[in-house]
Each structure stands twice: as structure tokens, then as C-alpha cells.
């Protein structure tokens, strides 16, 4: 054997220095992976979802109460937020309507009252302005009081001048009325300024507080939709757990096991928050012709307000968002405990 030759088997023989070239079965290994396509991933992701599905259907008993658990828990807080909703919108009304009555002090002629009232309507707070008459006022009561004899035998007109002033849409608010209230009773002449809004902060101050008590209770009833969620993946997870076990020995990620299960808590969380949706939508429906009548009977044209196309698209989104977290959170746990001739 010539020397050239010997030096080649030999360094084909020696030992490789490492880190110098890869080996044949890493180069192999190298050139067979390829990361999938995106259609791929997506056409992966479609039919676990529907997968997903087909396996609610198939046991349509325990989905629907599950489901109905669900859409319960998030109708009541959703309920209950309609209810401020529509409570902060009548009340609004309320405020707006909410006026100012100046009772001028005896002895006042009329063309004070009328220039005094055309003064006040230059004021860029106040929007409209109305001059009640002494005389007119007496005659408004005559006709509806049934005292006429008993006021013909008065020697003069009690009645004082009255002024009646709504505030312009920027100061209709509690506060606002309260200094416009203090601030003409400082500078007209009068013995009385009257503004009935007290009632009305009072409204808004109870509204707060429902708005408060539907949070904490929506905090809680979410807690609650994750653990019912959680609970039903984790006897599901149980209930497949032989499948699970072959395909962590066939070398399935725990992110490729816990797939299905995201997809199937997402499910009931679509499901829940069309029910959610549904029933409350139903309850507005069967209130809005009552609360209609009512509002009829003191001059209102209040309708209830519904939770349109963002609120019932935010319920079922927070129903998906729950259902997804609960899932994750119970598949994650429960997996973990899972392994090939383990036990749970």
C-alpha cells in the first residue's frame, strides 16, 4: 500500500475531532425535517375544531348542562350591567329635566319680573327661561284647586312671581344646579330658590353602588365559570387518558395533547355566551313593553336599551375567554401528572 493511501484510511479510520462536521445521520435527520406550511397548521387547527365539536354532540346531555351553567353565570352579571345601564340612562333623563323655580319676594311688579327673566336669559348657563305671573298663577290654581269662593273672599293675591329655569345641557348635573341655585338666590330677589335634585344624586350614588356589586359579582361568577370548565376538561382528560399515554410514547408534544381540550373549553365558552346572550335579550323583551307603559304614565318616552352588537359580541368573547383560560389552565395541570405507565 502506498503512502498517499495510507494516510486517507487512516484518517478516514481515526477518531473525528468535535465539532469539525456533522455526521451522516445528523446531516439525514437535517435534510428531512421541514417545518410545515401555514396551510397546513390551519387545515391541523380547523379539524381539531371540529373535531372538537363532534365530540359535544356526541354526548349532547352533558353539554347542554354544562353549557347552561355557563350561559347562567354570564347572563346574571350581564343582566345586572344592562340594569345600571339603562338605570344611569333614566336618570340622565331625569337631570336633564331637573329645573329651577325663583319665587320672587312680595311686592315685585310685573316689569321687574319681566326684565329680571330677560336677564336671566342672556345667561350662557341657563337655556330657557319662563315668567309665571302672579295673577296667571292664581288663575291656574282657581281652576284646578276647586277653592275659587274661598279665594274670592282673599283680600289680595298670595301668589308671588315665579321664574322657571332650566340649565342649559352642560350644567344639568347635581353639582351645577346646586351653584346656579346659590349663585341667584345671591343676586335676585327672591325669597326662595328651588331646585329638587337631591333626589337625583342620591339615584346615581345607588347606581355607583350597583355598578361595584355587578363587578365583585362578575368577578366571582367568572371564577366560577373557570372552575366548572376546568372540572369538565379534567374529566375528560381523565376519561381519555389511555389515548393520552399512547401518544406520549409515540412522541406528541403536550402542547399537540392539550389541543383538543383548548378547542372543546373555547366551545363551551361560544356556547355559553350564546345563551348568555340569548336570555338576556328574552328578559329585555318580556320587560320592555311594562316599563314602557310606565314611563308613558310620567310623560317619559324611556325604552329599554339592550346590549347591541359590541355587548353581545364582548359576552360571547368573554364566554371564549374563559372557557379557553379554564381549559388551559385544568389540561395543563392534569397532563402534567400523566405519563406512559404512570398513574394520575
Same mark, same amino acid.
Given at each position: 500500500?502506498?503512502?498517499?493511501?495510507?494516510? !486517507?484510511?487512516?484518517?478516514?479510520?481515526?477518531?473525528?475531532?468535535? +465539532?469539525?462536521?456533522?455526521?451522516?445521520?445528523?446531516?439525514?435527520?437535517?435534510?428531512?425535517?421541514?417545518?410545515?406550511?401555514?396551510?397546513?397548521?390551519?387545515?391541523?387547527?380547523?379539524? @381539531?375544531?371540529?373535531?372538537?365539536?363532534?365530540?359535544?354532540?356526541?354526548?349532547?346531555?352533558?353539554?347542554?348542562? !354544562?353549557?347552561?351553567?355557563?350561559?347562567?353565570?354570564?347572563?346574571? #352579571?350581564?343582566?345586572?350591567?344592562?340594569?345600571? !345601564?339603562?338605570?344611569?340612562? %333614566?336618570? +340622565?333623563?331625569?337631570?336633564?329635566?331637573?329645573? /329651577?323655580?325663583? &319665587?320672587?319676594?312680595?311686592?315685585?311688579?310685573?316689569? !321687574?319680573?319681566?326684565?329680571?327673566?330677560?336677564?336671566?336669559?342672556?345667561?350662557?348657563?341657563?337655556?330657557? @327661561?319662563?315668567?309665571?305671573?302672579?295673577?296667571?298663577?292664581?288663575?291656574?290654581?282657581?281652576? &284646578?284647586?276647586?277653592?275659587?269662593?274661598?279665594?274670592?273672599?282673599? #283680600?289680595?293675591?298670595?301668589?308671588?312671581?315665579?321664574?322657571?329655569?332650566?340649565?342649559?345641557?352642560?350644567?344639568?348635573?347635581?353639582?351645577?344646579?346646586?351653584?346656579?341655585?346659590?349663585?341667584?338666590?345671591?343676586?335676585?330677589?327672591?325669597?326662595?330658590?328651588?331646585?329638587?335634585?337631591?333626589?337625583?344624586?342620591?339615584?346615581?350614588?345607588?347606581?355607583?353602588?350597583?355598578?361595584?356589586? @355587578?363587578?365583585?359579582?362578575?368577578?366571582?361568577?367568572?371564577?366560577?365559570?373557570?372552575?366548572?370548565?376546568?372540572?369538565?376538561?379534567?374529566?375528560?382528560?381523565?376519561?381519555?387518558?389511555?389515548?393520552?399515554? @399512547?401518544?406520549?410514547?409515540?412522541?406528541?408534544?403536550?402542547?399537540?395533547?392539550?389541543?383538543?381540550?383548548? &378547542?372543546?373549553?373555547?366551545? &363551551?365558552?361560544?356556547?355559553?355566551?350564546?345563551?348568555?346572550?340569548? %336570555?338576556?335579550?328574552?328578559?329585555?323583551?318580556?320587560?320592555?313593553?311594562?316599563?314602557?307603559?310606565?314611563?308613558?304614565?310620567?310623560?317619559?318616552?324611556?325604552? /329599554?336599551?339592550? #346590549?347591541?352588537?359590541?355587548? =353581545?359580541? =364582548?359576552?360571547?368573547?368573554?364566554?371564549?375567554?374563559?372557557?379557553? /383560560?379554564?381549559?388551559?389552565?385544568?389540561?395543563?395541570?392534569?397532563?402534567?401528572?400523566?405519563?406512559?405507565? =404512570?398513574?394520575?
Amino acid at each position: 500500500m502506498n503512502k498517499p493511501m495510507a494516510r !486517507t484510511k487512516a484518517r478516514r479510520s481515526g477518531p473525528r475531532r468535535p +465539532g469539525t462536521r456533522p455526521t451522516r445521520r445528523k446531516r439525514q435527520r437535517a435534510k428531512a425535517f421541514r417545518w410545515p406550511s401555514l396551510g397546513a397548521v390551519l387545515v391541523d387547527h380547523a379539524r @381539531v375544531l371540529v373535531a372538537s365539536l363532534g365530540r359535544l354532540v356526541s354526548h349532547p346531555l352533558s353539554t347542554l348542562m !354544562t353549557v347552561a351553567v355557563i350561559g347562567i353565570a354570564l347572563a346574571l #352579571p350581564a343582566g345586572l350591567h344592562l340594569i345600571v !345601564t339603562n338605570g344611569r340612562a %333614566l336618570s +340622565g333623563q331625569w337631570a336633564g329635566a331637573a329645573e /329651577l323655580s325663583v &319665587y320672587l319676594r312680595p311686592g315685585t311688579d310685573v316689569a !321687574t319680573a319681566k326684565k329680571i327673566a330677560a336677564e336671566l336669559e342672556s345667561d350662557p348657563v341657563i337655556a330657557e @327661561v319662563r315668567l309665571i305671573a302672579s295673577d296667571e298663577a292664581l288663575a291656574e290654581f282657581r281652576e &284646578y284647586s276647586g277653592f275659587g269662593s274661598a279665594l274670592d273672599a282673599l #283680600p289680595e293675591n298670595p301668589l308671588p312671581h315665579v321664574i322657571v329655569i332650566l340649565p342649559a345641557d352642560g350644567s344639568r348635573s347635581a353639582p351645577a344646579v346646586d351653584d346656579l341655585r346659590r349663585r341667584l338666590t345671591d343676586e335676585l330677589p327672591a325669597d326662595l330658590v328651588q331646585a329638587d335634585t337631591a333626589w337625583v344624586a342620591r339615584l346615581q350614588a345607588m347606581l355607583d353602588l350597583v355598578r361595584r356589586t @355587578v363587578f365583585l359579582a362578575g368577578l366571582f361568577l367568572a371564577l366560577g365559570v373557570l372552575i366548572i370548565v376546568g372540572n369538565t376538561i379534567r374529566l375528560d382528560i381523565q376519561n381519555r387518558r389511555d389515548e393520552i399515554e @399512547v401518544s406520549k410514547l409515540i412522541g406528541a408534544t403536550d402542547g399537540f395533547i392539550r389541543r383538543p381540550f383548548l &378547542y372543546t373549553g373555547a366551545w &363551551y365558552g361560544i356556547l355559553g355566551g350564546l345563551l348568555a346572550l340569548g %336570555l338576556v335579550t328574552g328578559s329585555l323583551f318580556a320587560l320592555d313593553d311594562p316599563v314602557r307603559r310606565l314611563s308613558g304614565l310620567y310623560g317619559s318616552g324611556f325604552r /329599554l336599551t339592550g #346590549p347591541g352588537l359590541a355587548g =353581545g359580541s =364582548g359576552l360571547i368573547a368573554a364566554g371564549i375567554a374563559l372557557g379557553w /383560560l379554564g381549559s388551559w389552565l385544568s389540561a395543563t395541570r392534569t397532563m402534567r401528572r400523566i405519563e406512559p405507565g =404512570g398513574r394520575a
